[in-house]
């Protein structure tokens, strides 16, 4: 079992950047396909971005394409959510996701552990 704790949200501007961390314990993050997912109220969890467990490849909702990068480091077991040129609509919780296996997913129901979720809040 992993436990997953994401940090690095805030309150931004829109087109500044903000890293997320994920950092994760009990398990080496190594062992899962990461993702984050992001949601906001009264909407369904979203699919933000995926990674594999070696680090490449690397998969992305068309939302943000272009814009956020994910990353891991496996050695200090933690994940990165770079965004940049956020936009108001980027406002959301985001949460970090690990799942068991090869392949990414962009089914939140794939995913076996997650974080308690970070808020990001853009203003225009």
């Known amino acids: 079992q992993v436990q997953l704790v994401e940090s690095g949200g805030g309150l931004v501007q829109a087109g500044d950047s903000l890293r997320l961390s994920c950092t994760a314990s009990g398990r080496t993050v190594s062992s899962y396909v990461m993702g984050w997912f992001r949601q906001t109220p009264g909407k369904e969890r979203e699919f933000v971005t995926a990674?594999?467990?070696?680090?490449?490849?690397?998969y992305y909702a068309d939302s943000v394409k272009g814009r956020f990068t994910i990353s891991r480091d496996n050695a200090k077991n933690t994940v990165y959510l770079q965004m940049n040129r956020l936009k108001p609509e980027d406002t959301a919780v985001y949460y970090c996701?690990?799942?068991?296996?090869?392949?990414?997913?962009?089914?939140?129901?794939?995913?076996?552990?997650w974080g308690q979720g970070t808020q990001v809040t853009v203003s225009s």
């Open positions: 990674i594999a467990r070696s680090g490449t490849p690397t």
């Open positions: 996701a690990a799942r068991s296996g090869t392949f990414y997913s962009i089914r939140k129901s794939d995913y076996n552990y």
